[in-house]
């Protein structure tokens, strides 16, 4: 005979709620840690030139505001505009620097992949390692609390705009609305006549195409919340393995 109390087992909820903090600590690798050694130089030695640019810059600036250059001597002026030529090819090369670096990734594209790869493994394998601490049914009752977050979300936001496409649709809709009454002079017109009698029609176009603008982006920060809990959930996925 079972026993009632281990068929309906629940969990505490201080459980659930540290599990849900856990995973609100837990972020997928930025941008910054997937790049290259090479890419890492780039970024330094750009700073660095944009620095030194700035540095050559000075002397001549000054110059210019400070002093009467019509007397200047020769060799001042040539030196001023050495200073000059070297600060703009230093600031061309801190321009350079990160699009050579990005070249040479794209070359490296299947190295560069299979690296990103074996870092992310190795990241959320330590944050699944991390998650096993906790119970398996605390696990659980977070899955079900999370996919009921993705469920409520995605309900939200179809309820509003219908499929995902949507989104994009109702934005170039509010754009395209704009353009077609006289695009960015018929809104400088319409918000510096105000709102009243006379300008009635256009202001209401106008509030009407800021809706839409404002429930798209609304939209896509609600998918963007869905997508971090479905992340959270692919964590919970690996724990319980």
Same mark, same amino acid.
């Given at each position: 005979?079972?026993?009632?109390?281990? @068929?309906?087992?629940?969990?505490?909820?201080?459980?659930?709620?540290?599990?849900?903090?856990?995973?609100?600590?837990?972020?997928?690798?930025?941008?910054? $840690?997937?790049?290259? !050694?090479?890419? @890492?130089?780039?970024?330094?030695?750009?700073?660095?030139?944009?620095?030194?640019?700035? #540095?050559?810059?000075?002397?001549?600036?000054?110059?210019?505001?400070?002093?009467?250059?019509?007397?200047?001597? %020769?060799?001042?002026?040539? =030196?001023? #505009?050495?200073?000059?030529? &070297?600060?703009?090819?230093?600031?061309?090369? &801190?321009?350079?620097?990160?699009?050579?670096?990005?070249?040479? @990734?794209?070359?490296?594209?299947?190295?560069?992949?299979?690296?990103? =790869?074996?870092? $992310?493994?190795? /990241?959320?394998?330590?944050? !699944?390692?991390?998650?096993?601490?906790?119970?398996?049914? &605390?696990?659980?009752?977070?899955?079900?609390? #999370?996919?009921?977050?993705?469920?409520?979300?995605?309900?939200? %936001?179809?309820?509003?705009?219908? $499929?995902?496409?949507?989104?994009?649709?109702?934005?170039?809709? &509010?754009?395209?609305? !704009?353009?077609?009454?006289?695009?960015?002079?018929?809104?400088?017109?319409?918000?510096?006549?105000?709102?009243?009698?006379?300008?009635?029609?256009?202001?209401?176009? =106008?509030?009407?195409?800021?809706?839409?603008?404002?429930?798209?982006?609304?939209?896509?920060? #609600?998918? /963007?919340?869905?997508?971090?809990?479905?992340?959270?959930?692919?964590?919970?996925?690996?724990?319980?393995?």
């Amino acid at each position: 005979m079972t026993n009632d109390n281990d @068929t309906n087992k629940t969990v505490p909820l201080e459980e659930t709620i540290t599990v849900i903090e856990e995973l609100s600590r837990c972020k997928p690798l930025s941008p910054s $840690d997937r790049r290259t !050694s090479v890419e @890492t130089f780039a970024g330094v030695f750009a700073n660095w030139c944009l620095g030194l640019s700035g #540095l050559c810059l000075a002397p001549p600036a000054l110059m210019v505001f400070f002093f009467n250059t019509v007397g200047v001597s %020769v060799p001042v002026k040539t =030196l001023a #505009l050495a200073s000059l030529t &070297a600060s703009l090819f230093i600031a061309f090369a &801190a321009l350079l620097a990160p699009i050579v670096a990005t070249g040479w @990734t794209l070359l490296r594209w299947e190295t560069v992949t299979l690296q990103n =790869l074996k870092a $992310d493994i190795r /990241h959320e394998q330590k944050i !699944s390692t991390d998650l096993r601490k906790n119970s398996a049914d &605390a696990l659980k009752e977070a899955k079900m609390w #999370l996919e009921l977050k993705i469920k409520r979300v995605d309900a939200r %936001v179809t309820w509003f705009f219908g $499929d995902k496409t949507a989104v994009l649709t109702l934005m170039a809709t &509010a754009y395209l609305f !704009s353009k077609e009454f006289g695009g960015f002079g018929w809104l400088q017109k319409t918000l510096q006549a105000g709102p009243g009698i006379s300008n009635l029609g256009d202001t209401t176009l =106008l509030y009407m195409a800021a809706l839409i603008l404002g429930l798209s982006i609304g939209a896509v920060f #609600l998918r /963007h919340i869905a997508a971090r809990y479905r992340y959270q959930v692919e964590l919970i996925d690996l724990a319980l393995r």
